[in-house]
């Protein structure tokens, strides 16, 4: 069974417009968190929800928005996209919130095309 | 402030020779340091890391590495390469508080046959 996963797995899409993400975890963690990976293969923490709360909000453009629905799912929802958005995204989680001690369980990543 | 550095983006080693990566970190507190592990088209997974304690950390597929406070180091080793070693690895660097988390740019590694 898929610890973390992602869907889609690949997303292609224009520039303006709006696409999802989608991140589900089946460990019974309470935190998850998103990840950018450049072209450069350059790893950064966007968001981290624990329980549902946001607790971590880098400088990240508001055109994007997670969503939590439930402490097993971060949704992450991206406004009118430009071509800098495009990356690998990566979801994660994990038991606790603290990012020093606790463990992060990756997911297979989406790679987003903006053309 | 933290920061990783990867020295060496990219690194090829014969089937069976000595794996070597560099990370160096700089974090004003005492950190914790990672390594992951990323196989093509996969997410990342955890080779190992410090939080306190023994600076000789065993990880998972032979790997090990050694915090080294006076050089700010934090290198992963493994006697022996095998061919499924190929991928990219990262070096992390948290702080023992607080929720900040950096990655160092990653080391690609080539096992030749």
């Known amino acids: 069974d898929t610890a973390v996963s992602q869907t889609p797995k690949y997303l292609v899409t224009q520039m303006g417009n709006d696409k999802s993400i989608k991140c589900e975890q089946n460990l019974g963690h309470d935190t998850m968190y998103w990840y950018k990976q450049d072209s450069k293969k350059f790893l950064k923490i966007m968001f981290s929800y624990n329980n549902k709360e946001l607790i971590i909000n880098e400088t990240v453009p508001n055109r994007f928005s997670p969503k939590s629905p439930d402490k097993a799912h971060l949704n992450l929802h991206i406004n009118s996209l430009e071509l800098g958005d495009s990356a690998v995204y990566f979801c994660?989680?994990?038991?606790?919130?603290?990012?020093?001690?606790?463990?992060?369980?990756f997911g297979p990543g989406t790679r987003l095309t903006v053309l | 402030a933290q920061s990783v550095t990867q020295l060496g983006s990219h690194v090829s080693v014969s089937e069976g020779a000595l794996v070597l990566l560099r990370c160096n970190y700089s974090s004003s507190v005492p950190p914790y340091l990672f390594w992951y592990v990323q196989y093509p088209n996969q997410g990342l997974q955890l080779l190992l890391k410090y939080t306190t304690g023994a600076t000789l950390v065993k990880g998972i597929n032979g790997f090990e590495a050694e915090f080294k406070k006076s050089e700010t180091s934090f290198h992963l080793t493994k006697p022996s390469a095998h061919m499924s070693d190929a991928a990219e690895y990262f070096c992390?660097?948290?702080?023992?508080?607080?929720?900040?988390?950096?990655f160092g740019t990653g080391t690609s590694l080539t096992v030749i046959p």
């Open positions: 994660a989680s994990s038991q606790g919130a603290g990012l020093s001690t606790d463990t992060q369980y």
């Open positions: 992390a660097v948290s702080e023992g508080t607080g929720n900040q988390f950096y």
